[in-house]
T-cell receptor
Framework: DVKVTQSSRYLVKRTGEKVFLECVQD?????MFWYRQDPGLGLRLIYF???????EKGDIPEGYSVSREKKERFSLILESASTNQTSMYLC???????????????FGPGTRLTVL | GNSVTQMEGPVTLSEEAFLTINCTYT??????LFWYVQYPGEGLQLLLK?????DKGSNKGFEATYRKETTSFHLEKGSVQVSDSAVYFC??????????FGGGTRLMVKP
């Protein structure tokens, strides 16, 4: 069974802290994604990676960075957390057997981050 | 640019009622279309998809038909259950681009 796990379900941080969100997939997928989910806005892509050490900006990369040192792990970093980054963060992965946009994406359970 | 518009929720139905959740899209090109479902406390799961015009995706009693002429991909189910209560997301994907999601529609089914 496919599995995407995220390091925390709930996280509370203070403004200005550096925050790491970890995502691990066990499906040997090439592509990995970070989204944030906000009410009424759906999912918005922050960053994605199509290979180890490769990354591309999504629609809302400002204030975030990512790291992919191993194929199975994709980390999202908030260098200096701010209150407007309070949100649900979802990680996903997909195989590159077909064009990237038509692949089924498998999602983790999400991390609900609150920045005080 | 690409965009997906879904009906706003919440949609509240009684068990065994008929469900329709509307989804329309704008895309430059010929996208694939998806419905994802998010059950409480979980991540998103693919519910169904269609890759070309007139294709019908189906799964767990849900159906959606890719209508190019109306740029729509409405989700339907003939008889909903309490266990269908969730948030439903419509999404499109184009070669070379990422998935674009709609805002989500919350469905609440009462016994």
């Amino acid at each position: 069974d496919v599995k995407v796990t995220q390091s925390s379900r709930y996280l509370v941080k203070r403004t200005g802290e550096k925050v790491f969100l970890e995502c691990v997939q066990d499906m040997d997928h090439e592509n990995m994604f970070w989204y944030r989910q906000d009410p009424g806005l759906g999912l918005r892509l922050i960053y994605f990676s199509y290979d180890v050490k490769m990354k591309e900006k999504g629609d809302i990369p400002e204030g975030y960075s990512v790291s992919r040192e191993k194929k199975e792990r994709f980390s999202l970093i908030l260098e200096s957390a701010s209150t407007n980054q309070t949100s649900m963060y979802l990680c996903a992965s997909s195989s590159r057997q077909a064009p990237i946009s038509t692949d089924t994406q498998y999602f983790g359970p999400g991390t609900r981050l609150t920045v005080l | 640019g690409n965009s997906v518009t879904q009906m706003e929720g919440p949609v509240t139905l009684s068990e065994e009622a008929f469900l329709t959740i509307n989804c329309t899209y704008t895309a430059t090109g010929y996208p694939s279309l998806f419905w994802y479902v998010q059950y409480p406390g979980e991540g998103l799961q693919l519910l169904l998809k269609a890759t070309k015009a007139d294709d019908k995706g189906s799964n767990k009693g849900f159906e959606a038909t890719y209508r190019k002429e109306t740029t729509s991909f409405h989700l339907e189910k003939g008889s909903v259950q309490v266990s269908d209560s969730a948030v439903y997301f419509c999404a499109l994907g184009l070669a070379g681009n990422m998935l674009t999601f709609g805002g989500g529609t919350r469905l609440m089914v009462k016994p």
